[in-house]
């Protein structure tokens, strides 16, 4: 017996399809933050300043706040 | 006795000297001196020229005349900085509007939200749950964007020392560039000011032309970019001066 088609159904599998967009949308932030890490990372070896130190402490952080607040929304999208 | 007491006080009256253009006399003189223990030219002339341009916080400054505290991978021991350029701090004037700008979206794209949901006119309803994660996002995109654009600023820069001049490339997303050629091939500068920012906050493009297979260095928004092309050319001319000597001084019979 086919499913039946309703109108909450439809909202559920929208509903379930942007929640996998922005979790995909949260994936690719991550993933931006990282190679920013990296780069800095390497960047930092080429050239060395007095804030050199700074810039990557700076990046650090720049990837926490990413990865927490990352996490925060998957917490409120699935919970 | 007496040439080597001739160029001690040489060294004395260095930037008198060099004001009347005797330098090039006296550095022969001191060739003919020392002949094999040639040094190369003193860069205190160029440092005194720009004393008025020297920061004393180099940590984040567009533009360093011989930086102290700065060094590059592969930098060779005798290997001085001369000039270190970045990008005027003026062009984060677009970027800042725009994030002031983009601060103030998500509170618009609320306000509009709630005044035609109030009137009856939208057909949809938008959770909570998605309106704090749409500003999470929102934001997140901001702060990225600020970070990315003054690591892009903070890298991307050009240095020439005594030796080279040097082009590091961080602009794009995944990759960097490390460019560099003798000074010796350096043909000449020009510097340019177009449209009416450069020409408010005194900053514009300066262009050196090489004689090497990577033609040339372009420098955009340069600060004070009319002062730096001297100072390149002002290197570059006394260190062909320097190299033609010193070959004069070893095909000598």
């Known amino acids: 017996m086919p499913p ?14 942007m929640k996998v967009l922005v979790m995909l949308l949260v994936i690719g932030f991550v993933i931006y933050a990282l190679i920013i890490w990296r780069q800095v990372i390497l960047a930092s070896k080429v050239l060395k300043t007095k804030a050199t130190q700074l810039v990557r402490v700076m990046a650090a952080i720049f990837v ?13 999208l699935w919970i | 006795m007496l040439k080597r007491n ?24 001191q060739i003919v001196v020392e002949n094999k223990n040639y040094q190369p030219i003193s860069i205190n002339s160029l440092e005194n020229n720009f004393k008025d341009s020297q920061i004393e ?3 984040l400054a567009a533009l360093i005349f011989t930086p102290k505290t700065i060094r590059f991978e592969n930098q060779n ?23 002031l700008f983009g601060i103030f979206v998500p509170f618009v794209l609320i306000w509009t939200y709630n005044f035609f949901s109030s009137k009856g006119y939208l057909a949809f309803t938008i959770d909570t749950q998605w309106w704090v994660v749409g500003i999470m996002l929102w934001y997140l995109y901001l702060l990225s964007n600020i970070f990315r654009r003054f690591i ?20 794009s997303f995944t990759d960097y560039r490390v460019k560099e050629c003798s ?10 000011h177009t449209g009416p920012w450069q020409m408010l906050f005194d900053m514009g493009d300066i262009v050196v032309h090489t004689a090497s297979e990577d033609t040339r260095f372009e420098l955009e928004n340069v600060p ?17 001066e320097r190299h033609r000597r010193t070959e004069e001084v070893v095909n000598a019979p």
């Open chain 2, 6 to 29: 001739s160029c001690v006080k040489r060294k004395n009256f260095y930037p008198l000297l060099n004001n009347l253009n005797i330098l090039s006399f006296c550095d022969t003189l």
């Open chain 2, 224 to 240: 004070n970019s009319s002062k730096v092309r001297d100072f390149i050319m002002d290197v570059v001319i006394k260190e062909i």
């Open chain 2, 57 to 59: 916080n180099e940590t």
């Open chain 1, 64 to 76: 926490l706040v990413v990865i927490v607040v990352n996490i925060i929304i998957s917490i409120i």
């Open chain 2, 183 to 192: 000074i010796l091939k350096i043909q000449d500068a020009k510097d340019m």
């Open chain 2, 152 to 171: 892009s600023w903070f890298y991307n820069v050009n240095l020439m020392t005594n030796e080279r001049f040097l082009d590091l490339d961080f602009s």
């Open chain 2, 77 to 99: 021991p005798d290997e001085k900085i001369l000039l270190l350029v970045r990008e005027h701090p003026a062009v984060f004037a677009w970027n800042a509007l725009m994030t």
């Open chain 1, 4 to 17: 039946e088609i309703s109108l909450q159904n439809v909202m559920s599998v929208t509903e379930l399809l």
